[in-house]
């Protein structure tokens, strides 16, 4: 009921509409897999052969809601497969993507439940609010998440994880950063979120930059150096990068730099997140402003390849009709750093 690739308008390159429920990509790339297109077989094979980690996309444990979640009627049956790699020793990473008043409350309370008595096979659990398009012809009625539903979430994590870690000395679940920031709650520091295995989940991305930023920052010497800068990125992630600048404006005094909040047309103003906005949107939003030396974009909003966004605009028209030098930052501080400054690695 929620498929991102459901989501997505016609007309956009094929490879956008290809959906990789394949265990192996799980095991060579990171994908999460849903199990439902699985046989016993393929799970025997993973078993005898020890492929570790495999990452899950749970949603639920509740056998009828993932059938209904899921649209499949495999859905329920395959969790199965869950508790017997679990039992054999294959590592899990798992992830919930929530959806407002399906798979939250006490649904959510369950599911954390469950996942944690297959500790430690079951590393780690990310919730993930619903991503909800403006494209949903078809599909079933979600609403996104309010503040108050994002905080009845967060409370919900906190509590077990809270109790987790006092039983095992780990925390085992993780709201994603996106829920702080749809709560408008402080997100945690860095030392909350362990070994940070669920960055691709948007877990910990924002902790673990702030971290690096600062360590990165107590490195550089002040400087009266005159740098003019634009930083173009997500709604959600704007804030954050503004804290940032205003630390580095303490040492780098001559440093201009305008952090500009990039709204998403393509999809919908509810996508919020940096790596899902288009070079459309980019080029809208900054047209007739004055960018000064260089463009500073996160190189999550390009492919692989680092040459062309979602919507098929390459890098190199957005430069030319922006007429400006465009430099990608990676997530980390360092990079950020770097990036702001002018500096190179």
Not at 193 to 201: A, H, S, V
Request: hydrophobic residues 40%; glycine residues 6%.
């Amino acid at each position: 009921m929620f498929c991102f690739v459901d989501q997505m308008p016609s007309g956009m390159r094929e490879s956008l509409y290809f959906k990789d429920d394949d265990d192996r990509l799980s095991f060579i790339f990171g994908n999460y897999v849903t199990l439902t297109n699985l046989p016993q077989e393929e799970i025997d094979r993973i078993i005898k052969m020890h492929i570790s980690p495999i990452n899950i996309s749970v949603h639920t444990t509740n056998p009828e809601l993932r059938v209904k979640m899921m649209k499949n009627r495999f859905a329920g049956e395959v969790l199965s497969y869950i508790d017997q790699l679990a039992y054999a020793g294959i590592k899990l990473n798992c992830q919930l993507v929530l959806c407002p008043d399906v798979n939250d409350g006490e649904e959510l309370k369950r599911s954390l439940g469950d996942l944690a008595k297959l500790y430690p096979s079951v590393q780690t659990v990310a919730c993930v609010p619903v991503g909800l398009t403006k494209h949903r012809e078809n599909l079933p009625h979600l609403e996104p998440y309010t503040k108050e539903k994002a905080e009845a979430v967060i409370d919900i994590i906190h509590e077990f994880s809270k109790e987790f870690f006092e039983k095992n000395g780990t925390r085992i679940a993780f709201p994603a950063d996106e829920f702080y920031v749809k709560a408008e709650r402080e997100i945690p520091q860095s030392d909350y979120y362990g070994e940070f295995t669920q960055l691709e989940n948007g877990v910990g991305i924002v902790a673990l930059q702030r971290s690096e930023f600062m360590d990165a920052l107590e490195d550089i010497e002040e400087s009266n150096v005159k740098r003019r800068v634009t930083v173009a990125t997500g709604v959600d992630a704007a804030p954050y990068i503004q804290k940032l600048v205003d630390e580095l404006k303490k040492k780098w005094h001559n440093l201009e730099c305008n952090v500009i909040a990039v709204e998403n047309e393509f999809f919908g103003k509810t996508i919020t997140v940096a790596g899902l906005l288009t070079g459309q949107d980019i080029l809208k939003k900054l047209d007739g402003i004055d960018l000064g030396d260089e463009l500073l974009l996160p190189s999550c909003m390009l492919r692989h390849e680092q040459d062309k966004f979602l919507d098929d605009i390459t890098l190199d028209e957005l430069k030319a009709k922006l007429n400006i030098n465009v430099r990608l930052c990676d997530n980390d501080g360092y990079d950020v750093l770097n990036a702001l400054i002018g500096a190179h690695e």
